[in-house]
């Protein structure tokens, strides 16, 4: 059986016969499906997740508009592009509904997920769009969010660069390792990719180059092994360097900024879609809190446009107005792949909000919410905004 007919069936037999949407005849692959499909490895990864659909279907069984939606992403599961995305919706939408019960003072309504906002309501207007569409909405809380799968991109930059040298020398036989900073940009790596490959073309004498040091990036080198045999390569990495270099893309998503009503960005770290953040000497911890601080705090005395991130952008906005729209950010950590008790959702959550929101969490209904959600970590920089 394929890993693609094996998920088909998963999915079908916990929310009923024709729920797959996808081609089962698809030769497709993906770390999460392939996992599923493991005869003798990954058991506890494959009872955590489809013990998170069984606890999906059960929170929606009783909206069939919701659960729709939320359908959509179970299939994405099997997508071979799309899948990082929807195993971090499915993450946030079973953490954050499991919460949600867990709240005395109110009457449970699960999330209602794949919202639409008219253009006016939030940056969409502004930024050229049409409409905004966000992940989720707590209809007693009036807290939006939207879910955003945190990848390391600059491994999938690089993985593509080497597909394609492979293509270029004919020969599959031989591995190649980069060594750099894993706190760089990645816009350093989608910028210079094309010139990266170049590079590596005419640099490279197959069977003898094993070490080349890059001229269009010099903190860049790549080791290359040919045929057989046991590599390592050298990294480093700065949690701090990571937050300055990392914290622009947050503002990549400012159309899902809602004007008038508390926004979450909510940020899921997986380790088969990113090994770079681990908690080795709380580098976690240090990464998620510097990161938010910058968004929030570090353009406050800054008069730059917001423009000057984005030219698209119309507004006459300065960045940290526009950041201020933004009341705060979750980052949950997916544990599934090792975690031995399957009865739990498997995800920590380290939450921060902003001491500058317009709309801040602190003084909605969504408060009790936050507080609720067994942080690891938690900051408002109440007596750190500066």
């Given amino acids: 059986m394929t890993a693609t007919e094996n998920y088909s069936n998963i999915i079908d037999n916990i929310f009923g016969s024709g729920t797959?949407?996808?081609?089962?005849?698809?030769?497709?692959?993906?770390h999460v499906i392939g996992a599923l499909n493991n005869p003798s490895d990954y058991y506890d990864f494959k009872t955590n997740f489809i013990e998170r659909l069984q606890r999906i279907k059960n929170i929606y069984a009783s909206n069939?508009?919701?659960?729709?939606?939320?359908?959509?992403?179970?299939?994405?599961?099997?997508?071979?592009?799309?899948?990082?995305?929807?195993?971090?919706e499915l993450a946030a939408y079973d953490y954050l509904n499991q919460r949600l019960m867990n709240l005395e003072t109110s009457i449970y309504k699960p999330i209602k997920p794949n919202v639409t906002l008219g253009k006016t309501k939030t940056f969409a207007l502004e930024l050229g769009g049409s409409a905004a569409n966000?992940?989720?909405?707590?209809?007693?809380?009036?807290?939006?969010?939207?879910?955003?799968?945190?990848?390391?991109?600059?491994?999938?930059?690089?993985?593509g660069i080497y597909k394609e040298l492979k293509l270029h020398f004919g020969r599959t036989d031989f591995h190649i390792s980069a060594e750099y900073a894993l706190d760089i940009s990645y816009e350093d790596f989608q910028e210079k990719r094309?010139?990266?490959?170049?590079?590596?073309?005419?640099?490279?004498?197959?069977?003898?180059?094993?070490?080349?040091?890059?001229?269009?990036?010099?903190?860049?080198?790549?080791?290359?092994?040919?045929?057989?045999g046991i590599q390592t390569a050298e990294r480093t990495y700065?949690?701090?360097?990571?937050?300055?270099?990392f914290h622009r893309l947050l503002f990549k998503y400012a159309n899902k900024f809602v004007k008038k009503k508390p926004t979450i960005i909510v940020l899921v770290v997986f380790p088969w879609y990113n090994s770079v953040v681990t908690n080795f000497t709380n580098d976690n911890c240090k990464f998620y809190r510097a990161l938010s601080r910058r968004v929030f705090c570090q353009y406050k005395h800054d008069k730059a446009k917001f423009k000057t991130f984005n030219s698209k952008f119309?507004?006459?906005?300065?960045?940290?107005?526009?950041?201020n729209y933004l009341s705060g950010i979750i980052f949950l950590e997916d544990n599934t792949i090792c975690s031995k008790?399957?009865?739990?959702?498997?995800?920590?959550?380290?939450?921060?909000?902003?001491?500058?929101?317009?709309?801040?969490?602190?003084?909605?209904?969504?408060?009790?919410?936050?507080?609720?959600?067994?942080?690891?970590?938690?900051?408002?920089?109440?007596?750190?905004?500066?």
Avoid at 314 to 323: C, D, F, L, N, Y
Avoid at 359 to 380: C, M, Q, R, W
């Fill in 20 to 30: 797959t949407t996808f081609n089962t005849k698809n030769d497709v692959y993906n």
């Fill in 64 to 88: 069939p508009l919701f659960l729709k939606d939320i359908i959509v992403q179970v299939n994405e599961i099997e997508s071979e592009k799309n899948w990082e995305g929807a195993f971090a």
């Fill in 134 to 159: 966000l992940d989720g909405f707590i209809k007693d809380l009036s807290l939006y969010f939207d879910v955003k799968c945190f990848k390391d991109n600059v491994t999938d930059i690089l993985e």
């Fill in 194 to 228: 094309n010139k990266l490959l170049q590079e590596l073309k005419s640099s490279i004498t197959p069977s003898k180059t094993t070490f080349f040091n890059s001229l269009i990036m010099p903190n860049l080198s790549y080791r290359i092994l040919w045929i057989a």
């Fill in 238 to 245: 700065n949690a701090f360097s990571h937050a300055e270099n």
């Fill in 314 to 323: 119309t507004g006459r906005h300065t960045i940290h107005k526009v950041s």
């Fill in 341 to 386: 008790v399957h009865d739990d959702t498997n995800v920590k959550s380290y939450i921060y909000l902003n001491p500058n929101a317009v709309n801040p969490v602190a003084k909605s209904l969504s408060i009790e919410f936050i507080l609720g959600l067994n942080y690891t970590d938690f900051d408002d920089f109440d007596y750190d905004n500066y």
